[in-house]
């Protein structure tokens, strides 16, 4: 079945580092790729997403691409801040329901 | 805020009791999934709804199950709690047009965390 495998964390870094948060995926077909973050004592919002291939999904200084040669689609950020410390899901939606990775948990130090 | 409600914030209860988590969907949204998260088995979809009717079940228990209301809202009713099915309950919502179409994006709520004592 489909599935998401990312980057194990946890992972910390400091202010102003370049960030990336692997991602690859197993599916059958195209399926649509996503980033939710998770802040603490919060739900999951939705970060950024790509829909077909060579895709390059991003928001609030992250971006991820959509890469089908690799089944990748790894998460990056040229420059963190403190206020980006939270939990990052990779996700795949392929027919119908949404398959998570196991998330990674990021902290940025100031 | 991403327009989706759920109630209670939180939920204490005893082994072998029931439990019943309300979601509210954004406007307009006529899909509700639940998921599950918990430490061990991380996020897992338990279900969706689209339009009153089920759409799609994943790793559901039998001692689960949902339904999906006329107004839209949702509602997942848990039984014979056991101390393992303490966790996270997120309910998410999105427009999901025709079945087979493009997915849509997934909104999600705050959830509901449940402690099974």
């Known amino acids: 079945g489909d599935s998401v495998t990312q980057m194990e964390g946890p992972v910390t870094l400091s202010e102003e580092a370049f960030l990336t948060i692997n991602c690859t995926y197993t599916a059958t077909g195209y399926p649509s790729l996503f980033w939710y973050v998770q802040y603490p004592g919060e739900g999951l919002q939705l970060l950024l997403k790509?829909?077909?291939?060579?895709d390059k999904g991003s928001n609030k200084g992250f971006e991820a691409t959509y890469r089908k040669e690799t089944t990748s689609f790894h998460l990056e950020k040229g420059s963190v801040q403190v206020s980006d410390s939270a939990v990052y899901f990779c996700a795949l939606r392929g027919a119908q329901k949404l398959v998570f990775g196991q998330g990674t948990r990021l902290t940025i130090n100031p | 805020d991403s327009g989706v409600t759920q109630t209670p914030k939180h939920l204490i209860t005893a082994t072998g009791q029931r439990v019943t988590l309300r979601c509210s969907p954004r406007s307009g949204d006529l899909s509700v999934y639940w998921y599950q998260q918990s430490l061990d088995q991380g996020l897992q979809f338990l279900i969706q709804?689209?339009?009153?009717?089920?759409?799609a079940k994943g790793n559901i228990l039998e001692r689960f199950s949902a339904q999906q209301f006329p107004d839209l809202h949702s509602e997942l009713n848990l039984s014979s709690l056991e101390l393992g099915d303490s966790a996270l309950y997120f309910c998410?919502?999105?427009?999901?047009?025709?079945?087979?179409?493009?997915?849509?994006?997934?909104?999600f709520g705050p959830g509901t965390r449940l402690t099974v004592l």
């Open positions: 998410a919502s999105s427009v999901e047009g025709l079945a087979g179409g493009p997915p849509d994006t997934q909104y």
């Open positions: 709804y689209y339009n009153g009717e089920e759409r």
């Open positions: 790509a829909t077909k291939a060579d």
